[in-house]
């Protein structure tokens, strides 16, 4: 395969990534509209009802997960950027320019970031579900078989999820990566 396909495809890469940032930061902001639209409990209990502090810390939750999201996207997009302008040395027929920064290495660094903040991120909309979960159904430890249920359904899930996506992800984009060099 040729650098120009090998470019491309790391590119396309890079943009499936971009693609589940995005996607996760909509279910992220769904989140904070739902609980935004409706703080109150469901459980009539007083002892089952969270705190301030829970939703303040469900709120934090959501935007450091939004932060997350939004570092690995710019990442990623900084580093297409970087590849089209490869791209279109090649399409001019310049050789690639010796010397500057060590671009293996800042490239490297870059996808390391990418997919650590993506996966962080993830980490972080599960905890913000969870607080989601805390605030609406009562607190895990007043024992109600729905909030227990809800709870050990996402993190069962989700923890599953992140066990799929978060190798997946790194092996595509490191994989894609090394056919560089």
Same mark, same amino acid.
């Given at each position: 395969?040729?650098?120009?396909?090998k470019?491309?495809?790391?590119?396309?890469?890079?943009?499936?990534?971009?693609?589940?940032? &995005?996607l996760? #930061?909509?279910?992220?902001?769904?989140?904070?509209?739902? =609980? @935004?639209?409706?703080p109150?409990? $469901?459980? *009539?209990?007083?002892?089952?009802?969270? &705190?301030?502090? #829970?939703?303040?810390?469900?709120?934090?939750?959501?935007? =450091? @997960?939004?932060v997350c999201?939004? $570092?690995? *996207?710019?990442?990623?997009?900084?580093?297409?950027?970087?590849?089209?302008?490869?791209?279109s040395?090649?399409?001019?027929?310049?050789?690639?320019k010796?010397?500057?920064l060590?671009?293996?290495?800042?490239?490297?660094?870059?996808?390391t970031?990418?997919?650590?903040?993506?996966?962080?991120?993830?980490?972080?909309l599960?905890?913000?579900?969870?607080?989601?979960i805390r605030v609406?159904?009562?607190?895990i430890?007043?024992?109600?078989?729905d909030?227990?249920?809800?709870?050990?359904?996402?993190?069962?899930?989700?923890?599953?999820?992140?066990?799929?996506?978060?190798?997946s992800?790194?092996?595509a984009?490191?994989?894609?990566?090394?056919?560089?060099?």
């Amino acid at each position: 395969m040729d650098r120009k396909k090998k470019i491309e495809k790391f590119q396309t890469v890079l943009d499936d990534l971009v693609n589940v940032n &995005s996607l996760f #930061t909509f279910a992220m902001f769904i989140g904070i509209s739902f =609980v @935004s639209a409706n703080p109150h409990s $469901l459980v *009539s209990q007083k002892e089952c009802q969270t &705190s301030q502090a #829970t939703r303040m810390l469900l709120m934090l939750d959501e935007v =450091v @997960s939004f932060v997350c999201f939004l $570092l690995s *996207s710019i990442v990623a997009t900084a580093l297409k950027m970087h590849l089209s302008t490869q791209l279109s040395e090649i399409d001019d027929h310049h050789e690639p320019k010796p010397g500057g920064l060590p671009m293996k290495g800042l490239r490297s660094f870059m996808i390391t970031v990418s997919v650590a903040s993506s996966v962080l991120g993830c980490v972080y909309l599960t905890l913000s579900m969870f607080n989601v979960i805390r605030v609406l159904l009562g607190n895990i430890t007043c024992g109600d078989s729905d909030t227990v249920q809800a709870a050990g359904a996402l993190i069962a899930i989700n923890v599953l999820a992140l066990l799929v996506y978060a190798p997946s992800m790194g092996y595509a984009v490191f994989q894609s990566h090394s056919m560089l060099d």
